[in-house]
């Protein structure tokens, strides 16, 4: 019987050892999967730091070129805008020309229109006159 446990002391000891050695075995697989692990996370990470960076001079390229978009438009606003002003300024100026134009115009056109009036008025004073004179001659004529 002494035996009997001798030979299953040494077959558990043997299978211990085999227990350990296998775990072994396994924490090396294990440190190498992660190891793996890490190396691709890495890689990946790389990968994407180098695409974000890529994105990053896409976005910062194109933020440009609609920054140059902007100015031009800019320009071609500010120069119609000043050449409308420009015109506006125009416009307005030759309205006051011809505004003042129509006033000396109408100024005249009173005086004239003044004048005429007194010119009747003094034909009529005449024409009144010479029939005053006329009826007075009549009536010199018809008491002689």
Known sequence: MARLMKYEEDTLKTQKEQLLAKLAELKVMVDEERQEQMNRAKMAQKRLEKYL??????I?????????????????????????????????????????????????????????????????????????????LIEERNLA
């Open 53 to 58: 960076q890529q994105m990053q001079e896409k």
């Open 60 to 136: 910062d390229a194109s933020a440009e070129e609609l920054e140059h978009q902007v100015q031009d438009v800019r320009t071609v606003f500010d120069g119609k805008f000043l050449s409308l002003t420009h015109r506006t300024d125009e416009l307005h100026h030759n309205v006051l020309n011809r505004l003042g134009e129509i006033k000396a115009f109408m100024a005249k056109s009173k005086k004239d229109r003044i004048d005429v009036h007194g010119e009747i008025v003094n034909s009529v004073d005449i024409y009144g006159k010479m029939m005053q004179d006329t009826f007075t």
